[in-house]
């Protein structure tokens, strides 16, 4: 038997505002723990302090539009009764781990854009924050390999 192509569909939404509420949720916290409380770096931190603080803003919204996107997409899974828990909470937590280690590799270290902190050693931060990545993004691929089996 095979899946209709509205049941792939309905599949396919689970994930994608599981992953966008997921991108939400961990520039949240990077951008509120990290930037705001912890004053430990900005998202660009290339430039003046003013430049750093406006793209803390750009980085706060584009989190915000997909947490906001991401919950008008569960309301509708909800509303039709196609919520799929398993392949959502799969989303969310590759979403987030995903977003993670893509800032701990590609924004820290391959673009430079900021790091983690400044004036200490880097070691401990980077491990840390992409192993919290990495286990993040298994646990929302087995989530969602499991739920796919």
């Known amino acids: 038997m095979t899946a209709s192509p509205q049941a792939g569909e309905r599949t396919g939404r689970n994930v994608v505002s599981g992953v ?16 705001q409380l912890l004053h430990w770096h900005h998202f660009y931190d290339r430039s003046t302090p003013a430049a750093g603080l406006v793209s803390d803003g750009l980085f706060h919204a584009f989190g915000f539009f997909c947490a906001v996107g991401a919950l008008f997409m569960l309301a509708d899974l909800r509303r039709r009764g196609v919520f799929d828990a398993r392949r959502w909470w799969g989303g969310l937590l590759a979403g987030t781990g995903g977003f993670q280690l893509y800032d701990g590799t590609v924004q820290h270290k391959l673009l430079h854009l900021h790091q983690i902190r400044y004036r200490v050693d880097l070691v401990p931060y980077d491990w840390t924050w992409n192993v919290i990545a990495v286990v993040l993004l298994v646990a929302g691929v087995v989530l969602l390999w499991r739920r796919r089996r």
Request: aromatic share 18%.
């Open 20 to 35: 966008f509420l997921g991108l939400g949720v961990a520039a949240f916290v990077d951008e509120t723990v990290f930037h």
